[in-house]
């Protein structure tokens, strides 16, 4: 009996270490938006890899990212974003005409929902340690445009997306 005690306490233990490693590397989000339409749709699910940007990768435009803003859900709390990254530090963007500018040049952007409808934005740099990032359904996006939310600092990112594990006929790695 002492010994299948052991063996369970041994068990739990170590069910405990392996979900401590894998949640200090991966963060699981429920997407609650539509902003990122076509390419996730509310009530996906999605991991974001927590370590992405920890060692040495920069992010790069395309990625797309969690990161914690100053918006609050229906409860107070702070609100994770997912958001496309569009332009990086150093970087002048700029919107007219509704398409996006990155450094002087009209990017191509075959992600979002339907093209030519972000609006407008004077150019700007994108300060030092701060990406900016867009949802891909730009017409319902509250992001990088708006002052709500404005540049992201990369100390804002909670991880990259690397997987859609839900729903299971839409998995797909990023």
Known sequence: MKKEILAWIR???IAALIALIILSLFKPIII??????????????VIAFKQAYKLSKEPVRGDVI???????????RDKNLIKRVIAVEGETVEIHDGYVYVNGEK???????????????????VPEDCLFC?????????????????????????????IRLFPFNSIQTF
């Open 66 to 76: 969690v990161f914690r803003s100053e918006l609050k859900d229906s409860k107070g």
């Open 107 to 125: 990017i191509d952007e075959p992600y979002v929902l339907e093209q030519g409808i972000s609006g407008e934005m004077e150019q700007t740099v």
């Open 134 to 162: 867009c949802g891909d359904n730009r017409e319902v996006s509250v992001d990088s445009r708006k002052d709500e939310v404005g540049f992201v600092s990369k100390d804002q990112i909670v991880g990259r997306v690397i």
């Open 32 to 45: 609650q938006q539509h902003s990122m339409e076509p390419n996730f749709y509310s009530g996906d699910y």
């Open 11 to 13: 068990d739990i233990i």
